[in-house]
């Protein structure tokens, strides 16, 4: 348990709460219910060993924090999630009932324990121990099957690493979710323009070749695409998207708007990682407090690169 004040509330509310769920209770010393649910809930703190923090608030001290929550009457407890108040509840509920409010919210100890693995898969491939990472990205889904991220970095490795078959069968059961998600589809492109590149016969030919065909008929689009794909393969993604986007301009409802659809998959698959970041660049954290010395961080080459094809891709459709 920790006090928090406005000096504080950045580091162990905000920032905090994007690694691990923030209980946050608002109380005060005169309040006779606030006395009664401290106890119950540093108790839940020790019992859940981790799986959520509890702060505490004087309400009375800390009238702008309390404000700037909405804080009507106390105490009031409020759970951080992400940066951001997930849900809350008043009063001083018996523990039973706030047992059930947290185990509604928190991840379980599986759950936790796949999300460790994933970190020490991250951290192996950082280091290029890519055995290690597959091996603890493998025991991740192996707890919790439903663990996407852990499936997304899964299949992501196995197709950087060439180990397409196995990658097809990783990625399968992510395909069966509806809607399906972009970052898997984007994979599946990936996947099928690697598969691609290693049965179809054009797979040898030169990129002159290619162009060659396409000189002779602008509108062959089946020839565009399979240049395309070659070049996903080799990890020529502007040049691959420079050819789906002139498929789009001549014809954007081909194949079921395939090439707009490719192109979408490469954008997510160059799409930098969000930063954690507490506080957005208006000079507020993400629980709406006001801050001050946050100044806008220079946009990453690659975030910008994505945005320019976004435009491009737009302009194209219209």
């Given at each position: 348990?920790?006090?928090?004040?406005?000096?504080?509330?950045?580091?162990?509310?905000?920032?905090?709460?994007?690694?691990?769920?923030?209980?946050?209770?608002?109380?005060?010393?005169?309040?006779?219910?606030?006395?009664?649910?401290?106890?119950?809930?540093?108790?839940?703190?020790?019992?859940?060993?981790?799986?959520?923090?509890?702060?505490?608030?004087?309400?009375?001290?800390?009238?702008?924090?309390?404000?700037?929550?909405?804080?009507?009457?106390?105490?009031?407890?409020?759970?951080?999630?992400?940066?951001?108040?997930?849900?809350?509840?008043?009063?001083?509920?018996?523990?039973?009932?706030?047992?059930?409010?947290?185990?509604?919210?928190?991840?379980?100890?599986?759950?936790?324990?796949?999300?460790?693995?994933?970190?020490?898969?991250?951290?192996?491939?950082?280091?290029?121990?890519?055995?290690?990472?597959?091996?603890?990205?493998?025991?991740?889904?192996?707890?919790?099957?439903?663990?996407?991220?852990?499936?997304?970095?899964?299949?992501?490795?196995?197709?950087?690493?060439?180990?397409?078959?196995?990658?097809?069968?990783?990625?399968?059961?992510?395909?069966?979710?509806?809607?399906?998600?972009?970052?898997?589809?984007?994979?599946?492109?990936?996947?099928?323009?690697?598969?691609?590149?290693?049965?179809?016969?054009?797979?040898?030919?030169?990129?002159?070749?290619?162009?060659?065909?396409?000189?002779?008929?602008?509108?062959?689009?089946?020839?565009?695409?399979?240049?395309?794909?070659?070049?996903?393969?080799?990890?020529?993604?502007?040049?691959?998207?420079?050819?789906?986007?002139?498929?789009?301009?001549?014809?954007?409802?081909?194949?079921?708007?395939?090439?707009?659809?490719?192109?979408?998959?490469?954008?997510?698959?160059?799409?930098?990682?969000?930063?954690?970041?507490?506080?957005?660049?208006?000079?507020?954290?993400?629980?709406?407090?006001?801050?001050s010395g946050h100044a806008n961080?220079?946009?990453?080459?690659?975030?910008?690169l994505v945005s320019r094809y976004?435009?491009?891709?737009?302009?194209?459709?219209?």
């Amino acid at each position: 348990m920790i006090d928090v004040t406005m000096e504080n509330f950045e580091a162990e509310v905000v920032t905090a709460s994007m690694q691990t769920p923030v209980l946050v209770d608002f109380w005060a010393p005169w309040c006779g219910p606030c006395k009664s649910l401290g106890p119950v809930l540093e108790k839940l703190e020790t019992e859940y060993a981790g799986r959520f923090k509890l702060v505490k608030i004087n309400s009375d001290d800390e009238q702008q924090l309390a404000g700037a929550f909405g804080i009507r009457s106390i105490p009031t407890c409020v759970l951080m999630v992400g940066g951001r108040p997930a849900d809350g509840f008043m009063g001083a509920l018996p523990e039973g009932q706030v047992k059930q409010f947290l185990d509604k919210h928190l991840p379980s100890e599986q759950e936790l324990e796949a999300e460790h693995d994933l970190e020490e898969a991250e951290a192996a491939l950082a280091d290029g121990d890519t055995d290690a990472a597959l091996a603890k990205l493998q025991e991740a889904l192996a707890i919790n099957p439903a663990n996407h991220d852990a499936r997304h970095d899964y299949v992501k490795l196995l197709i950087s690493l060439g180990e397409l078959e196995l990658a097809e069968t990783a990625l399968a059961p992510a395909l069966t979710q509806i809607p399906q998600p972009l970052r898997f589809l984007a994979l599946q492109h990936w996947l099928q323009a690697l598969q691609f590149a290693t049965t179809d016969e054009r797979a040898n030919w030169s990129l002159e070749a290619f162009d060659e065909r396409i000189a002779q008929n602008k509108r062959d689009f089946d020839t565009r695409m399979a240049k395309s794909r070659l070049l996903m393969a080799a990890g020529e993604w502007t040049a691959a998207m420079d050819e789906l986007l002139e498929i789009v301009m001549r014809d954007k409802n081909w194949e079921d708007g395939l090439a707009r659809k490719t192109i979408v998959s490469i954008l997510e698959l160059l799409t930098p990682p969000p930063a954690k970041e507490a506080a957005s660049a208006s000079g507020k954290t993400a629980g709406g407090i006001e801050l001050s010395g946050h100044a806008n961080a220079a946009q990453d080459p690659q975030a910008e690169l994505v945005s320019r094809y976004r435009r491009r891709l737009s302009m194209a459709l219209n």
